[in-house]
């Protein structure tokens, strides 16, 4: 599995029911795929949104989100580099 990002924005910004509803959609197509979702970010103005993921690959997200018709504009493959990380000799 790879850490995947997903980057997505909002002229308008992201309604709270937009957001459950492109949520339960996405964590529904990408565990058909094995993956799942970890966490997000929001802007404050909810008009910018990323997240990340564990999934077989970007396409796999790109996917989910295609099915669930929320927008994306961009997925890619990253490398966790955190405090925890450092600690832990990482």
Same mark, same amino acid.
């Given at each position: 599995m790879e850490h995947i990002i997903a980057e997505s924005t909002f002229d308008k910004g992201l309604s709270e029911e937009e957001e459950n509803r492109g949520a339960k959609e996405i964590d529904?197509?990408?565990e058909k795929a094995g993956g799942h979702w970890l966490r997000s970010y929001y802007s404050k103005d909810r %008009?910018? =949104? =990323?997240?990340?993921?564990?999934?077989?690959?970007?396409?796999?997200? %790109? $996917?989910?989100? $295609?099915?669930a018709g929320f927008p994306l504009d961009n997925a890619w493959p990253a490398e966790v580099y955190a405090g925890e990380t450092l600690k832990a000799g990482g």
């Amino acid at each position: 599995m790879e850490h995947i990002i997903a980057e997505s924005t909002f002229d308008k910004g992201l309604s709270e029911e937009e957001e459950n509803r492109g949520a339960k959609e996405i964590d529904t197509n990408l565990e058909k795929a094995g993956g799942h979702w970890l966490r997000s970010y929001y802007s404050k103005d909810r %008009k910018r =949104i =990323i997240c990340e993921f564990e999934a077989p690959d970007a396409e796999a997200v %790109k $996917s989910a989100y $295609s099915a669930a018709g929320f927008p994306l504009d961009n997925a890619w493959p990253a490398e966790v580099y955190a405090g925890e990380t450092l600690k832990a000799g990482g």
